[in-house]
T-cell receptor, first 111, second 113 residues
């Protein structure tokens, strides 16, 4: 079965703090991994993705994620968050048949 | 603009009404999805269509009826809904077999009164 688990449902950080959001997945085949972001009032949009190659993936707005195959993890990181990063973040795994999303993590950045 | 267009953007309907949500993708993708996003709940996958064939129905009540006439269009027919069905309904598409990245529409904000 294809599943995604996000461990932090609500995270509150001060500006300039470092961010790491956990994501673990379960899938038996070749996996494609994604992080999506949904800013308040906006649609879900892709932040970054991993298909193959370098397990450290860099995305937009200074975000990066590291694929660790042995841990079935794809954690999202950002060294220094800004107030504009306040949003909901979704980890997703893409298999042959479909894309499955995690529950989402709401990030609130306090100025 | 994501290449996935949903109409209407907002819909208010009574519990005895029948309405339909429409989704159109201009990306040439072969898979389309309906998701439900409710406040304080995870993103719920409702239906998946691959090459116009329904491949997944996540125990969705029969008052929600999907239709996929071709690989570019996806409908969600609604009838006798309940107030708890009020939510944001998201359509997405992806190209299976190559890149499975999903592209989302803006969603339809549904309120059942």
């Amino acid at each position: 079965a294809q599943s995604v688990s996000q461990h932090n449902h609500h995270v509150i950080l001060s500006e300039a703090a470092s961010l790491e959001l956990g994501c673990n997945y379960s899938y038996g085949g070749t996996v494609n991994l994604f992080w999506y972001v949904q800013y308040p009032g906006q649609h879900l949009q892709l932040l970054l993705k991993y298909f193959s190659g370098d397990p450290l993936v860099k995305g937009i707005k200074g975000f990066e994620a590291e694929f660790i195959k042995s841990k079935f993890s794809f954690n999202l990181r950002k060294p220094s968050v800004q107030w504009s990063d306040t949003a909901e973040y979704f980890c997703a795994v893409g298999g042959y048949q479909k894309v499955t999303f995690g529950i989402g993590t709401k990030l609130q950045v306090i100025p | 603009e994501t290449g996935v267009t949903q109409t209407p953007r907002h819909l208010v309907m009574g519990m005895t009404n029948k309405k339909s949500l429409k989704c159109e993708q201009h990306l040439g993708h072969n898979a389309m999805y309906w998701y439900k996003q409710s406040a304080k709940k995870p993103l719920e996958l409702m239906f998946v269509y691959n090459f116009k064939e329904q491949t997944e129905n996540n125990s969705v009540p029969s008052r929600f009826s999907p239709e996929c006439p071709n690989s570019s269009h996806l409908f969600l027919h609604l009838h006798t809904l309940q107030p708890e069905d009020s939510a944001l309904y998201l359509c997405a598409s992806s190209q299976l077999g190559t890149s499975t990245e999903a592209f989302f529409g803006q969603g339809t904000r549904l309120t059942v009164v």
